[in-house]
């Protein structure tokens, strides 16, 4: 039996109402009942399936998953007959609250051929404080005291309130989860997905990171999200493009260099606070790809490659492109770098270590120790940032 929410009413009472509830959910399924093959209903539509199942389920899942929707009505009516008292979950209050609609409608069409009452008689007994037996006859008592709430009727409305006001489900203390299946998928998608970047703003939002621009310039401390392939930085203030640096710096005194692949500018929508959505490379990731004494261009169109000593690669697309090819004698970044250093006001020590890893990294371009190299100089430097910053581009692109 199903839980009647009443006040004060004793168990024979409860049993009684579902012994009764029982006997209308029955006459609903007669028809499925005389049904020699019941597995035909699954196969096609049919006069049982439009007198029995049509109407009871939302739309969207009874299309997807025929087989569960009338797996649930069955076990609906089966909790109503035992003498275990269940409480319904929203499905099954779906369910069940559509049923009774449908009798109630019939009832009244047929002069109340199933409650052998009057209009007159209704209406007086929904007036009464203190039901007796004789009000299980009406199905008003049971669309009233049958569920706790109505929320299983509003849920695709909720889903909508939720995914506008990031407070809906605390001030109502409506939790939507369990009302899922009610709503179509894509409604409940896009409630998931904001549900998420705000939990992500509230409460993962820990990193702090530096942001390269191409053109030298550089942004410190920077309210971030760092993963493996896509960094959410808070604020759009500052312009982010494909192509700029993201730098970590590490506890352990390392840094994580990211380039950024794609860059998404989002204002503030849904409770979301203004942010960027960066898909981003790390650059061990990208020197992976990259064969011993290889560099690799790329141009906002990634439509050019350029390899080894002259090769190139064109993908639909007319080639406009320029070959760059690097020789030691031909880049003068190492010694700009040294000179920043020596005019900068540094400690003795640092400046030398910083000075023997800037030695060690021309000596490695074209091998496949530039990238450690790299790495290591940019930990060690990461201090120093707005002194060498505007020529990590040029360092940068030895490694592309």
């Known amino acids: 039996m199903i839980k009647i929410y009443l006040e004060d009413v004793d168990r024979e009472f409860v049993r009684a109402a579902n012994s009764q509830l029982s006997e209308y959910v029955e006459s609903h399924f007669h028809p499925y009942d005389s049904l020699e093959d019941k597995q035909s209903i699954l196969k096609s539509d049919d006069v049982f399936e439009e007198f029995v199942f049509d109407g009871l389920f939302p739309k969207h899942l009874y299309r997807l ?66 039901y007796t037996l004789k009000d299980l006859k009406n199905f008003h008592f ?10 299983f009727d509003n849920a695709e409305d909720y889903f909508t309130y939720a995914i506008h006001d990031p407070n809906f489900e605390e001030s109502t203390s409506t939790y939507l989860t369990e009302y899922k299946e009610l709503v179509p998928w894509d409604i409940v998608k896009k409630y998931e997905e904001v549900k998420e970047l705000r ?52 506890s352990n005194n390392h840094t994580e ?50 390899g080894g000593s002259n090769n190139r690669f064109n993908k639909n697309s007319t080639d406009y492109s320029t070959n760059l090819i690097y020789t030691k004698t031909d880049i003068t970044v190492f010694d700009e770098i040294r000179e920043k250093l020596n005019e900068a006001q540094l400690d003795q020590i640092k400046k030398v270590e910083l000075l023997s890893q800037v030695d060690d990294l021309e000596e490695a371009v074209d091998t496949p120790n530039f990238i450690g190299r790299y790495q290591k100089f940019i930990s060690s430097a990461a201090d120093h940032m707005t002194l060498i910053g505007p020529l990590i581009p040029a360092l940068t692109e030895l490694i592309k």
């Open 199 to 250: 939990f992500m703003f509230k409460n993962l939002m820990k990193d702090k990171v530096n942001l390269l621009k191409q053109n030298g310039e550089v942004y410190e401390n920077l309210k971030a999200n760092v993963e493996k392939d896509k960094i959410l930085i808070s604020g759009i203030s500052i312009i982010i493009e494909e192509g700029d640096t993201i730098i970590r710096a590490l």
């Open 65 to 130: 998953d025929k087989k569960k929707c009338i797996d649930t009505a069955l076990e609906l009516r089966e909790w109503i007959k035992d003498s275990s008292e269940h409480e319904l979950d929203p499905l099954k209050e779906y369910i069940l609250h559509k049923i009774l609609i449908i009798l109630d409608q019939y009832d009244r069409d047929c002069d109340f051929i199933l409650t052998n009452g009057s209009e007159e008689e209704r209406e007086s007994e929904e007036d009464e404080e203190n």
């Open 257 to 306: 260099e990211y380039i950024v692949m794609d860059s998404s500018c989002f204002e503030r929508k849904y409770g979301i606070p203004e942010h960027y959505k960066l898909e981003v490379r790390k650059l061990t990731s990208l020197s992976d790809s990259n064969t011993p004494g290889s560099i690799t261009i790329f141009d906002r169109s990634i439509n050019t490659i350029n």
């Open 142 to 151: 049971y669309l009233e005291h049958c569920f706790q709430d109505y929320d």
